[in-house]
Structure formats: C-alpha cells, structure tokens
C-alpha cells in the first residue's frame, strides 16, 4: 500500500525537532570544517541556524515560513565557490547520517537544495 501524498519529507526528517538538530549539526560541522569556515566569521550564528531551520522546513513540506532574506542577495558578496556548496552539503549529509536519517531521505533534501546552488554559488564575472 502506497500513499506517497500522506508523508511529507518533513514528517520523515522529525519535523522541527529532527530537523533542528540536523541544522545545528550542520552548522557545529561547518564551524570546522577549514574548507568554509571562514566565511561564517562575521554571520550572525544563532539567526543563521534559525533561518536556515526555517527554510528546511518549507522545502520539506513542513507547516513553516520563511522570514528570511533570499538566497542570491544572502550570499552575493560572499564569493562561495562550487567547491564549497558542496563542502556545506556534505556536512549536512554527515548530520543526517549521524542522526539516522536513512539515505533516500538524505538524498531528498540534498535534491531540494540543489536548486539553489545557481544562486549561493558565485561566478567570476
Ligand atoms: C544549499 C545551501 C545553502 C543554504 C540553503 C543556505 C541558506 C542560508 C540562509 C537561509 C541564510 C540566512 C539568510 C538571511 O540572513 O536572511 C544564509 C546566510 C549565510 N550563508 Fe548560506 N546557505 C547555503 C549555502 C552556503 C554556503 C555554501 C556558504 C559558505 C560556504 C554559506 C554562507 C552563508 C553565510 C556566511 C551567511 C550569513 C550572512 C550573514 O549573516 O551575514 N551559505 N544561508
């Protein structure tokens, strides 16, 4: 028996609780990881992780607002490589596999997000 409209991904994540502590793993990870770490120097981290819940949230289907800026403003004068998106989706992967998330829901997420690398990612003018 199938009822694939019945289960949002944010239900299968833990819905804000799972998906809080997700985000705060991403965000303890990034914090070290010497590939990205330096551009969280000057953010606001607890606004940041808020936001950021916020957004996983709506992208998963789950009952949420984002109240955020958007994302190409967010990280315009940031000059965030490709190389670094996918350090960042990487750590958010290792979250998700440390909090049991089985991987065809990791790689939901990961496929909600990926859309957003045209606009995170900078490019050379
Ligand atoms: C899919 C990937 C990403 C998502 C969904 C995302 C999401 C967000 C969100 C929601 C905000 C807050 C916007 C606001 O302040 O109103 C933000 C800010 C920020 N993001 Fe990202 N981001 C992503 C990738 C990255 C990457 C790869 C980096 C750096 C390596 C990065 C660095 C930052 C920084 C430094 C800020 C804070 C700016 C500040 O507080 O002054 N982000 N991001």
């Known amino acids: ?20 502590q997700i985000v705060d793993h991403m965000l303890a990870l990034a914090l070290q990881d ?5 551009s969280f120097r000057d953010s606001n981290l607890k606004r940041l992780a808020a936001l950021i819940k ?3 949230c709506v992208l998963s289907d789950g009952p949420c607002r984002y109240s955020g ?19 960042l989706a990487e750590d958010l992967q290792i979250a998700m596999e440390q909090a049991g998330i089985p991987s065809r829901l990791q790689n939901r997420l ?16």
């Open 1 to 20: 028996q199938e009822s694939p409209a019945a289960v949002t991904l944010y239900a299968e994540l833990g819905e804000n609780a799972g998906i809080s």
């Open 54 to 56: 916020e957004q996983f």
């Open 69 to 87: 800026d958007g994302m190409k403003e967010t990280h315009a004068g940031l000059q965030i490589t490709s190389a670094q998106f996918n350090a």
């Open 110 to 125: 990961i496929a909600r997000l990926a859309p957003m690398k045209r606009d995170i990612v900078h490019i050379r003018p």
């Open 34 to 38: 010497t590939r990205i770490k330096d």
